[in-house]
């Protein structure tokens, strides 16, 4: 039926373009939008010489192979030329019968050069992991590419195969068995390769202008950042983090030689229970290519390549690992302090030269590894203590750390303003998703607010649905080019000076010449968020902002508060004044309250500045004197707070302004 469909389509193509026929000799009919989706191990008997469509894994690709599809053949007695005999390539050459001009039996010879090849390829499917049943090992099925199929796709990739359920008679089989058995196989007909779903040719004119529309959006960053993992509470920083790694910068060949990468590499650090495993989770559900391991389950060769002998050919072949399945991607290493030290040196050349270099077995090349590495580690002992050293905290050398663009160090403070926000998110979110609840249900009032997946810090952000957002993605990464200007350049030196000069009296995170490129990277990731074809200053001081960050937040808590006033000018010249004045305010009655839950009075009257300046809990709220927050919000280059007071973010917050007392009332209820 198939072969039917392929002659017709020519027939029509040749009456619409006589001379498509000298392009191409054949056309190939494919077929896609299968309904029924089938399971590897579902397929029986009743599948045989069916169209079916299966899911799967690729794990194994052999070499292109030509394959017999019109013989002829030459009759060794008389010469005479027989054929063409089509081969139906059920694994049986078809011989003619006898000579019909000598009417002799053979023997018969291959007329090499009048003879049509095809190409051949064979490929191993495996179920995919979420489909394999709990206790039970992966199964896998051989897949037969013909013609223009072959190199479709290659070992790791996750595809949908269209195709014939067939089987062919082995005789190795039946020796082994000792009865009649037959191995199947799926000649392929049509290839779709999940990754390709939301990659940029399948884009339609209309995917296109809404991705358009939203890039004219004046606060689309914020959204963005605001879209990155949705269902988990806060951790902005985080989610900042990994929506420029998924952007990237641009790739640069300085001279034809020096190859500068544009990915960018992202650690995440920090106590247990922050999301961290989950946040690398989001990332392999949204990043159109990601491979996904753990510090302990992966070895120096998982991560880059491995040489082993193949059971048919009997040769030596290269197998790559992580880093080399995730080219052109993402590669999520989660329990990355539980690497052992001999593992994580093997994986330096490819974080930052981005290729792995294999001298083993005779072979000896380098194989690429463009990804991106987003990395998740704990803390020695568990929890990050911020009176101790970034290096006491976390055991990984400089040579590791120095090659992380952004480092975020996720600690779990106990706040009850916060920790309430977050227990009532995580209830609400518990409510909401729950299988069995109708979605028409009303809400109580309790959960009134929470159930939101914005914070209540930021009411007016809207989020972008998850497949706009993957596909704005992809066509950012596929056609922005973002370019630096010159003009740009002194401050990005200045900020590198002031950074090497506190790193060597400081005991935080490395700084070397990798940081500039750092800056520079996420400069230009953020310019790709927007879809501008240059560099802007303000994406300049949001990338130097996110490089403070991960300076100030890996230093001592004693000397992180001098350094936030120190470069100041640099981490909120781009952020909303408000949100930076909601964070002071949360901080000083943050320290309120721990000094009233000591019951030490005299000491909340000294850290709040005198008894003039703060009031302690009563009937649970707390009052903040004005003057206060004035003092601190004058430290930042802010004057005037009057439109900060009548702000969203002021009141959803849960706070107050008392004009006649000139103090600020938080509610904790």
């Given at each position: 039926?198939l072969?039917?469909?392929?002659?017709?389509a020519?027939?029509?193509?040749?009456?619409?373009?006589?001379s498509?026929?000298?392009?191409?000799?054949?056309?190939?009919?494919?077929?896609?939008?299968?309904?029924i989706?089938?399971?590897?191990?579902?397929i029986r008997?009743?599948?045989?010489?069916?169209l079916i469509?299966?899911?799967?894994?690729?794990?194994?690709?052999?070499?292109?192979?030509?394959?017999?599809?019109?013989?002829?053949?030459?009759?060794?007695?008389?010469?005479?030329?027989v054929?063409?005999?089509?081969?139906?390539?059920?694994?049986?050459?078809?011989?003619?019968?006898?000579?019909?001009?000598?009417?002799?039996?053979?023997?018969?010879?291959?007329?090499?050069?009048?003879?049509?090849?095809?190409?051949?390829?064979?490929?191993?499917?495996?179920?995919?992991?979420?489909?394999?049943?709990?206790?039970?090992?992966?199964?896998?099925?051989?897949?037969?590419?013909?013609?223009?199929?072959?190199?479709?796709?290659?070992?790791?990739?996750?595809v949908?195969?269209?195709?014939?359920?067939?089987?062919?008679?082995?005789?190795?089989?039946?020796?082994?068995?000792?009865f009649?058995?037959?191995?199947t196989?799926?000649?392929?007909?049509?290839?779709?390769?999940?990754?390709?779903?939301?990659?940029?040719?399948?884009?339609?004119?209309e995917?296109?202008?809404?991705?358009?529309?939203?890039?004219?959006?004046?606060?689309?960053?914020?959204r963005?950042?605001?879209?990155?993992?949705?269902?988990?509470?806060?951790?902005?920083?985080?989610?900042?983090?990994?929506?420029?790694?998924?952007?990237?910068?641009?790739?640069?060949?300085v001279?034809?030689?020096?190859?500068?990468?544009?990915?960018?590499?992202l650690l995440?650090?920090?106590?247990?229970?922050v999301?961290?495993?989950q946040?690398?989770?989001?990332?392999?559900?949204?990043?159109?290519?990601?491979?996904y391991?753990?510090g302990?389950?992966?070895?120096?060769?998982?991560?880059?390549?491995?040489?082993h002998?193949?059971?048919?050919?009997?040769?030596?072949?290269?197998?790559?690992?992580?880093?080399?399945?995730?080219?052109?991607?993402?590669?999520?290493?989660?329990?990355?302090?539980?690497?052992?030290?001999?593992?994580?040196?093997?994986?330096?050349?490819?974080?930052?030269?981005?290729?792995?270099?294999?001298?083993?077995?005779?072979?000896?090349?380098?194989?690429?590894?463009?990804?991106?590495v987003m990395?998740?580690?704990?803390?020695?002992?568990?929890?990050y203590?911020?009176?101790?050293?970034?290096?006491?905290?976390?055991?990984?050398?400089?040579?590791i750390?120095?090659?992380?663009d952004?480092?975020?160090?996720?600690?779990d403070?106990?706040?009850?303003?916060?920790?309430?926000?977050?227990?009532?998110?995580?209830?609400?979110?518990?409510?909401?998703?729950?299988p069995?609840?109708?979605?028409?249900?009303?809400?109580?009032?309790?959960?009134?607010?929470?159930?939101?997946?914005?914070?209540d810090?930021?009411?007016?952000?809207?989020?972008?649905?998850?497949?706009?957002?993957?596909?704005?993605?992809?066509?950012?990464?596929?056609?922005?080019?973002?370019?630096?200007s010159?003009?740009?350049?002194?401050?990005?030196?200045?900020?590198?000076?002031?950074?090497?000069?506190?790193?060597?009296?400081?005991?935080?995170m490395?700084v070397?010449?990798?940081?500039?490129?750092?800056?520079?990277?996420?400069?230009?990731?953020?310019?790709?968020?927007?879809?501008s074809?240059?560099?802007?200053?303000?994406?300049?001081?949001?990338?130097?902002?996110v490089?403070?960050?991960?300076?100030?937040g890996?230093?001592?808590?004693?000397?992180?508060?001098?350094?936030g006033?120190?470069?100041?000018?640099?981490?909120?010249?781009?952020?909303?004044?408000?949100?930076l004045?909601?964070?002071?305010?949360?901080?000083?009655?943050r320290?309120?309250n721990?000094?009233?839950?000591?019951?030490?009075?005299t000491?909340?009257?000294?850290?709040?500045?005198?008894?003039a300046n703060?009031?302690?809990?009563?009937?649970?709220?707390?009052?903040v004197?004005?003057?206060?927050?004035?003092?601190?919000?004058?430290?930042?280059?802010?004057?005037?707070?009057?439109r900060?007071?009548?702000?969203?973010?002021?009141?959803?917050?849960r706070?107050t302004?008392?004009?006649?007392?000139?103090?600020?009332?938080?509610?904790?209820?």
């Open positions: 039926m072969a039917m469909f392929d002659e017709v020519k027939q029509e193509a040749l009456k619409l373009y006589p498509y026929g000298d392009i191409h000799g054949r056309i190939f009919t494919r077929i896609t939008g299968l309904p989706m089938d399971q590897i191990r579902d008997q009743a599948h045989l010489n069916c469509k299966i899911e799967g894994v690729v794990t194994r690709r052999t070499g292109v192979f030509p394959q017999l599809r019109e013989v002829m053949y030459d009759c060794s007695k008389c010469g005479f030329v054929g063409p005999i089509y081969q139906n390539g059920a694994g049986e050459e078809l011989r003619p019968g006898s000579c019909p001009d000598c009417q002799s039996k053979g023997p018969w010879k291959v007329n090499t050069e009048r003879t049509v090849y095809r190409n051949f390829q064979r490929m191993t499917l495996q179920e995919s992991p979420g489909n394999v049943p709990a206790g039970r090992l992966p199964r896998s099925k051989e897949i037969i590419m013909l013609n223009d199929l072959i190199d479709g796709a290659k070992p790791g990739d996750q949908v195969v269209t195709g014939i359920y067939a089987n062919n008679y082995e005789h190795s089989l039946n020796m082994r068995n000792g009649p058995v037959f191995s196989h799926v000649e392929a007909n049509h290839l779709l390769k999940k990754s390709d779903l939301y990659s940029t040719h399948t884009l339609t004119d995917d296109k202008e809404e991705i358009r529309r939203l890039s004219r959006d004046p606060r689309v960053c914020q963005i950042v605001k879209s990155m993992a949705p269902s988990i509470h806060g951790h902005d920083d985080i989610k900042a983090g990994i929506a420029l790694a998924l952007f990237g910068g641009q790739e640069k060949i001279k034809g030689k020096t190859r500068l990468r544009g990915d960018i590499n995440l650090l920090g106590d247990p229970g999301a961290k495993s946040f690398l989770k989001y990332v392999e559900k949204t990043a159109s290519r990601a491979v391991t753990t302990k389950g992966a070895s120096a060769v998982g991560l880059t390549a491995a040489v002998k193949d059971h048919i050919t009997k040769e030596w072949v290269l197998e790559g690992g992580a880093l080399v399945l995730a080219d052109r991607g993402v590669c999520l290493i989660d329990e990355f302090d539980k690497m052992n030290d001999q593992d994580r040196v093997s994986i330096h050349e490819a974080m930052e030269q981005q290729s792995i270099s294999i001298s083993k077995a005779g072979i000896v090349t380098s194989l690429q590894a463009r990804c991106s990395a998740a580690a704990n803390p020695v002992g568990g929890r203590d911020s009176s101790r050293t970034f290096s006491d905290n976390v055991e990984l050398t400089d040579p750390l120095s090659r992380f952004i480092m975020c160090v996720v600690k403070i106990v706040d009850p303003v916060l920790d309430e926000r977050l227990a009532k998110f995580i209830v609400g979110s518990h409510f909401k998703s729950h069995d609840r109708d979605p028409d249900e009303p809400l109580g009032d309790v959960f009134k607010g929470s159930l939101t997946d914005v914070p810090d930021s009411p007016d952000v809207e989020l972008i649905p998850q497949d706009l957002l993957r596909k704005y993605i992809a066509y950012a990464k596929r056609f922005v080019r973002p370019k630096l010159s003009g740009d350049l002194p401050k990005i030196s200045q900020v590198y000076a002031e950074l090497r000069r506190e790193s060597v009296t400081r005991e935080g490395p070397a010449v990798r940081h500039v490129e750092s800056i520079i990277r996420m400069s230009e990731a953020r310019a790709s968020m927007r879809l074809e240059h560099v802007s200053s303000e994406d300049i001081d949001a990338a130097i902002a490089m403070l960050q991960s300076f100030i890996t230093q001592k808590l004693s000397v992180q508060k001098a350094l006033k120190k470069f100041a000018r640099y981490t909120h010249f781009h952020r909303d004044y408000d949100q004045l909601l964070n002071i305010l949360r901080d000083i009655v320290e309120m721990y000094w009233d839950s000591v019951g030490a009075g000491a909340n009257n000294t850290a709040s500045g005198g008894g703060s009031e302690s809990q009563q009937g649970g709220t707390t009052t004197r004005c003057k206060l927050l004035e003092d601190k919000a004058r430290e930042y280059g802010v004057e005037d707070l009057t900060f007071y009548g702000s969203p973010a002021f009141a959803s917050a706070f302004h008392d004009a006649e007392r000139n103090v600020i009332v938080h509610s904790m209820v």
